[in-house]
């Protein structure tokens, strides 16, 4: 646990984050979509973050307005609302032999079983509860957009009497 805490400090000092207390016990991730590039290629770093006995909580949210993930062009991503149970993403994926082909040798349906090992369904940011964003101590973007949305959702939401200090960190990730 010590270590988590002089990593995030250091991170905190280097960028234009203010900090006043750093205590991890749950740490967020966030995306725009939930299922970045990034995080396809990354295997989900959301899930393989924390050492099972680490003693850190882990989840992670999309703060787009839907679910995109991969489709056969560019041009035709998969849309799924936040929500969608990953069973129904994986069922409308693999709905025919030439489907269910494509998207295991993209990675998509492996994503989608290793996120419902994890949770129901992919999570909106912006969507969720303010007792429950209140649990996070760490929230960290990949993208600079996605820092900004969670600020923005951040500054927007009403203090309460037991509010205390997120931590949000931008790391700004190319690939």
Request: glycine share 6%.
């Amino acid at each position: 646990m010590l270590s988590c805490r002089m990593l995030v400090s250091m991170i905190c000092v280097g960028s234009n984050v203010v900090c006043v207390y750093i205590y991890i016990y749950l740490l967020c991730v966030g995306c725009c979509h939930r299922h970045s590039p990034l995080l396809l290629s990354r295997r989900h770093v959301a899930c393989r973050l924390p050492r099972p006995n680490s003693g850190m909580r882990v989840e992670s949210y999309g703060t787009g307005t839907q679910v995109r993930l991969p489709g056969k062009s560019s041009m035709e991503p998969r849309i799924f609302k936040f929500g969608t149970p990953y069973s129904e993403m994986y069922a409308s994926m693999s709905a025919t032999p030439e489907d269910e082909a494509f998207f295991v040798h993209n990675g998509v349906l492996q994503l989608c079983k290793r996120g419902s090992s994890v949770k129901l369904a992919p999570q909106r940011w912006q969507d969720t509860p303010s007792k429950a964003i209140q649990t996070h101590d760490v929230v960290i973007a990949f993208e600079e957009r996605i820092y900004d949305a969670v600020v923005e959702d951040l500054q927007t939401r009403e203090p309460t009497e037991d509010f205390k200090a997120i931590h949000v960190i931008c790391l700004d990730t190319k690939v």
